[in-house]
Every structure is written in structure tokens, then in C-alpha cells.
């Protein structure tokens, strides 16, 4: 008796099935779904991902698919002999299947699924055994990362590693003809604040960018925070994952309540001059209440259990559209010779995170106290603290900036959105307001007229007194 344990998942005759019915079929928009559910390789046997791989060339072409034109492309592929000749191509257009190629599909696609998963899953096994002096901690986040992956495979079809360039080309075109085909949507996400999404067209900020906001204190980080959290989960109304390592997820909450709803924070403590503003509080904290929002304040968390809560949602919701974590040096950092090197490994695996859920990630860090004894206190990304990879890493790097804080007599509300780095786009300072520790939008004619405002200020204030000292 035969033993087909070891034999892979697959069907041979579902395999010619959607072989003939490619050929045979005069239903184009059948033929166009079966070619964009499976790939050459979810075919099993070799002879029949080549025939598969020439059907949708002639296909993509607008050639016809018929006997003689797949083994005549077969032939100039020097492939026709190898796969059976030009009597295996005839034999599969006498299968009367062409009505039910969609469902034959199915099964090359599933099977292809538990091929690819089972090859994972022994990958999965040979890390967990193997005596590599790896912490079994972060042997498990491989695993989880594979698992991942494999999930993945199983609802796009995509799958990691080295990719054909006809695949990732393909890919692209797909792409650009969406772009065109929904302008809305084409571009990258925008981060909420006009001044900087006008600044960061037409790219804006790309799936897999990693955001780097670095200020000192005082500058607005954490308002700059719940601006973007709050646009990407009711605006883009895609799941948001905020991981707060220095306020409770009640603050954060609080904060974005009255953000929203353009009133005090103090309305919650002290009661509401009128109804309005608490009824308008409320019906924005219902919005957030029902949006994809989710919040983490677990105190001193590490890098794995980040990656491992975004995997948890991305397997729920097929998608994430913004990973916001504030702020870096609060992250449990590992093992590592020196600081630097610790909260390096962190943002580089921020930035593989990115990648990985194909969304954005938004990291805050401190900056450190040396910038202070510039002249021009306006930060870089070379004052990021405790780390030198934050520039390696990121794709955009913004500073935060407010005179006010120094100079006494700028304009307490004007705040500058120096955007230092932006690997897809320009870079240059955009505007906001800081009222009531909550972002509002400004137009650049008024922020300049305030930033005048504010030197004119300075400049009488510093005549005033040389005068006073004159006078002594």
C-alpha cells in the first residue's frame, strides 16, 4: 500500500481544469478573476505553471488563448517539449470545465495555501529547535512573524522573500492604474494638519514609513500625537493602534474628546457653561467610541510585545492603517553593549514593523538638552537622544518648534512643523496653532504674520532695555 503522507496538498486534475477552461472560455470577466486569484507557482506540477505563466502573457496581451497560440508561445519559451508536447496542451481543451473554472480556481489557490503554509510551518519547527543561542522569547516572535506571513499568503496571495521582478512589475502597474482610476485615494495618507499635508504633496506619507516627531518638552508632542491619531481612525476610518508608555489610555482618551469636540478639558472637572459644548464633547467621543481606535497604556512594554499586539489586529482586520507609539525611550529596551545601540535595535525594528503591516508608524522621541545652548534652538534629527540610527531608519523626521517657550514675548500659540527628512518628498516648515494643548490649523499668511508679531516684540523689548540701562 502506497504511504502519500509526505505527498504536498495539490490537485492535478483542478490544475487542468483551470488550464482548459483559460483556454476555453469566452467569459472574459471569469478568465480576469481566475488570473488575478493564482499565480504560476500556486500550480503544483512544473509542466502546468509554464502553460499557466503563457495563457496569462496572451491574456495580458489581448492575443487569443487557444491551442495553437499557447504552444506556439510555448515553443518560442523552448518549453512545449518539456511540458508534453502539443498533444498534453490539446487534451486540456477537451475537458469540458470552462463553466466552472472559478470554482477550480478555488482549489489550485487552496491547496497552493497549504503547501506554502506547511513549508512555513516546518520553518517554524527548525527554529524552535535549533541550538542558536537565540533567547526563546525572540525565537517565538520569529515564529509569530512567519505565522503572519503565511496569514498574509492566505488573503493576497503575496508571499515573502525574493519575488520575481514580473510579479513586483505587475504589482506596480495594478498600482498606478488604482491611483488613476480613484485619485481620492491614489496617493499616501495624510497626516491631518494642513500646513504639513500640503507640504508632503503629492506623496504624502507612504505605507511602510516610519515617522519619526522629535521635540523638547513643552513643544506639543503628545498634541501632535492625538491630531494624527484621531485623523487616521475617523478620517481614513482605518484601524489605529496607539501604544502610550506615558499617559493612561483615559487620558489619551480625554485629550482627543476635547481636541474633537474644540472645547476645554476643564468642561470635565469643573461642568460646561452650557449644554452645547458637553453635548458636542460627547457626540465626537461617540464617533472615536465607534471608530477603529485601539489603545495600549501598558507601562515599560518591549519592542515584542508591540509587534505582537499589531499582529493580533492585522490577523483581525486584514489591515492597519497607523501604529502610533509615544515615545521611544519609555520602550523596554534589550540587551545591548551600549544605550545607543539598545534603542537603535528598537527603531530599526519599527521600521521592519512598517514594512511588515504595510502601514504607517509614528514614533515620538526626546531630544536631548544640548540643543538648548544653540542660538537656534530649532531641533534636528542629529538631537534625537540616545540613539544616532533614528536617521538611518526613518523615512520622515519632523521637529517640533515653539519660540514661545523660550522667547517670552513670541506668540504663545504658534507652532513650527520643521520637517527635516522626507526620503519621497520635499522638506521645508509647515504652521499650527497650539491652543488649549490641542493642534489647530493655521494658514501660512497668518503664521507668518504672527512669527513677525512675535520678533517685533522682541525687538522692543530688547531696545526697552538698553534704554533702562543707559539710564543707570
Given at each position: 500500500?502506497?504511504?502519500?503522507?509526505?505527498?504536498?496538498?495539490?490537485?492535478?486534475?483542478?490544475?487542468?481544469?483551470?488550464?482548459?477552461?483559460?483556454?476555453?472560455?469566452?467569459?472574459?470577466?471569469?478568465?480576469?478573476?481566475?488570473?488575478?486569484?493564482?499565480?504560476?507557482?500556486?500550480?503544483?506540477?512544473?509542466?502546468?505553471?509554464?502553460?499557466?505563466?503563457?495563457?496569462?502573457?496572451?491574456?495580458?496581451?489581448?492575443?487569443?488563448?487557444?491551442?495553437?497560440?499557447?504552444?506556439?508561445?510555448?515553443?518560442?519559451?523552448?518549453?512545449?517539449?518539456?511540458?508534453?508536447?502539443?498533444?498534453?496542451?490539446?487534451?486540456?481543451?477537451?475537458?469540458?470545465?470552462?463553466?466552472?473554472?472559478?470554482?477550480?480556481?478555488?482549489?489550485?489557490?487552496?491547496?497552493?495555501?497549504?503547501?506554502?503554509?506547511?513549508?512555513?510551518?516546518?520553518?517554524?519547527?527548525?527554529?524552535?529547535?535549533?541550538?542558536?543561542?537565540?533567547?526563546?522569547?525572540?525565537?517565538?516572535?520569529?515564529?509569530?512573524?512567519?505565522?503572519?506571513?503565511?496569514?498574509?499568503?492566505?488573503?493576497?496571495?503575496?508571499?515573502?522573500?525574493?519575488?520575481?521582478?514580473?510579479?513586483?512589475?505587475?504589482?506596480?502597474?495594478?498600482?498606478?492604474?488604482?491611483?488613476?482610476d480613484d485619485p481620492k485615494n491614489a496617493v499616501g495618507f495624510t497626516l491631518g494638519i494642513e500646513s504639513l499635508d500640503e507640504?508632503?504633496?503629492?506623496?504624502?506619507?507612504?505605507?511602510?514609513?516610519?515617522?519619526?516627531?522629535?521635540?523638547?518638552?513643552?513643544?506639543?508632542?503628545?498634541?501632535?500625537?492625538?491630531?494624527?491619531?484621531?485623523?487616521?481612525?475617523l478620517n481614513h476610518k482605518l484601524p489605529t493602534l496607539l501604544f502610550s508608555l506615558e499617559m493612561t489610555d483615559r487620558g489619551?482618551?480625554?485629550?482627543?474628546?476635547?481636541?474633537?469636540?474644540?472645547?476645554?478639558?476643564?468642561?470635565?472637572?469643573?461642568?460646561?457653561?452650557?449644554?452645547?459644548?458637553?453635548?458636542?464633547?460627547?457626540?465626537?467621543?461617540?464617533?472615536?467610541?465607534?471608530?477603529?481606535?485601539?489603545?495600549?497604556?501598558?507601562?515599560?512594554?518591549?519592542?515584542?510585545?508591540?509587534?505582537?499586539?499589531?499582529?493580533?489586529?492585522?490577523?483581525?482586520?486584514?489591515?492597519?492603517?497607523?501604529?502610533?507609539?509615544?515615545?521611544?525611550?519609555?520602550?523596554?529596551?534589550g540587551n545591548a553593549e551600549r544605550r545607543d545601540i539598545a534603542y537603535g535595535d528598537i527603531t530599526t525594528g519599527l521600521k521592519?514593523?512598517?514594512?511588515?503591516?504595510?502601514?504607517?508608524?509614528?514614533?515620538?522621541?526626546?531630544?536631548?538638552?544640548?540643543?538648548?545652548?544653540?542660538?537656534?534652538?530649532?531641533?534636528?534629527?542629529?538631537?534625537?537622544?540616545?540613539?544616532?540610527?533614528?536617521?538611518?531608519?526613518?523615512?520622515?523626521?519632523?521637529?517640533?518648534?515653539?519660540?514661545?517657550?523660550?522667547?517670552?514675548?513670541?506668540?504663545?500659540?504658534?507652532?513650527?512643523?520643521?520637517?527635516?527628512?522626507?526620503?519621497?518628498?520635499?522638506?521645508?516648515?509647515?504652521?499650527?496653532?497650539?491652543?488649549?494643548?490641542?493642534?489647530?490649523?493655521?494658514?501660512?499668511?497668518?503664521?507668518?504674520?504672527?512669527?513677525?508679531?512675535?520678533?517685533?516684540?522682541?525687538?522692543?523689548?530688547?531696545?526697552?532695555?538698553?534704554?533702562?540701562?543707559?539710564?543707570?
Amino acid at each position: 500500500m502506497t504511504n502519500n503522507y509526505f505527498v504536498p496538498p495539490n490537485n492535478t486534475e483542478a490544475e487542468q481544469a483551470v488550464l482548459g477552461g483559460l483556454m476555453m472560455s469566452t467569459d472574459e470577466d471569469k478568465r480576469q478573476y481566475v488570473i488575478s486569484q493564482i499565480k504560476p507557482e500556486s500550480f503544483y506540477q512544473w509542466s502546468h505553471n509554464r502553460i499557466f505563466a503563457e495563457i496569462v502573457k496572451l491574456i495580458k496581451s489581448n492575443y487569443p488563448t487557444d491551442v495553437i497560440t499557447v504552444s506556439d508561445a510555448l515553443t518560442e519559451a523552448g518549453d512545449l517539449d518539456k511540458v508534453g508536447g502539443f498533444a498534453y496542451v490539446a487534451e486540456l481543451c477537451k475537458l469540458p470545465t470552462a463553466a466552472n473554472i472559478v470554482n477550480y480556481a478555488r482549489i489550485v489557490r487552496d491547496k497552493a495555501i497549504q503547501r506554502y503554509a506547511i513549508n512555513n510551518l516546518n520553518t517554524c519547527v527548525e527554529m524552535m529547535m535549533a541550538n542558536d543561542g537565540l533567547e526563546v522569547s525572540n525565537k517565538l516572535a520569529n515564529v509569530q512573524q512567519v505565522i503572519s506571513s503565511v496569514i498574509e499568503h492566505a488573503k493576497t496571495g503575496k508571499s515573502k522573500g525574493l519575488r520575481p521582478a514580473r510579479d513586483v512589475v505587475g504589482d506596480w502597474v495594478c498600482e498606478v492604474e488604482r491611483r488613476f482610476d480613484d485619485p481620492k485615494n491614489a496617493v499616501g495618507f495624510t497626516l491631518g494638519i494642513e500646513s504639513l499635508d500640503e507640504l508632503m504633496a503629492p506623496k504624502q506619507a507612504l505605507r511602510g514609513s516610519l515617522i519619526v516627531v522629535g521635540a523638547r518638552p513643552k513643544m506639543g508632542k503628545t498634541a501632535f500625537y492625538n491630531r494624527v491619531a484621531t485623523h487616521f481612525a475617523l478620517n481614513h476610518k482605518l484601524p489605529t493602534l496607539l501604544f502610550s508608555l506615558e499617559m493612561t489610555d483615559r487620558g489619551i482618551i480625554e485629550r482627543m474628546i476635547a481636541q474633537e469636540g474644540n472645547v476645554s478639558a476643564d468642561i470635565f472637572y469643573t461642568g460646561a457653561h452650557d449644554d452645547m459644548e458637553m453635548n458636542c464633547a460627547l457626540a465626537r467621543a461617540e464617533e472615536i467610541a465607534e471608530s477603529n481606535m485601539y489603545i495600549d497604556s501598558t507601562p515599560g512594554v518591549d519592542l515584542h510585545h508591540i509587534i505582537a499586539e499589531c499582529r493580533k489586529v492585522k490577523r483581525i482586520k486584514g489591515q492597519i492603517g497607523l501604529i502610533a507609539v509615544d515615545y521611544l525611550t519609555l520602550i523596554k529596551a534589550g540587551n545591548a553593549e551600549r544605550r545607543d545601540i539598545a534603542y537603535g535595535d528598537i527603531t530599526t525594528g519599527l521600521k521592519n514593523l512598517a514594512k511588515e503591516m504595510d502601514c504607517i508608524v509614528l514614533l515620538l522621541t526626546q531630544l536631548n538638552r544640548k540643543l538648548e545652548d544653540r542660538a537656534d534652538k530649532r531641533p534636528t534629527a542629529a538631537d534625537s537622544r540616545d540613539t544616532g540610527q533614528i536617521e538611518q531608519d526613518c523615512d520622515v523626521w519632523i521637529g517640533l518648534y515653539r519660540d514661545a517657550v523660550y522667547n517670552t514675548n513670541a506668540d504663545k500659540s504658534l507652532m513650527e512643523i520643521i520637517l527635516r527628512l522626507n526620503r519621497d518628498g520635499k522638506t521645508g516648515t509647515a504652521y499650527a496653532q497650539l491652543v488649549n494643548s490641542y493642534i489647530k490649523n493655521i494658514s501660512q499668511r497668518d503664521a507668518e504674520q504672527l512669527a513677525f508679531k512675535g520678533r517685533e516684540n522682541n525687538r522692543s523689548y530688547s531696545q526697552k532695555g538698553t534704554q533702562n540701562t543707559n539710564a543707570f
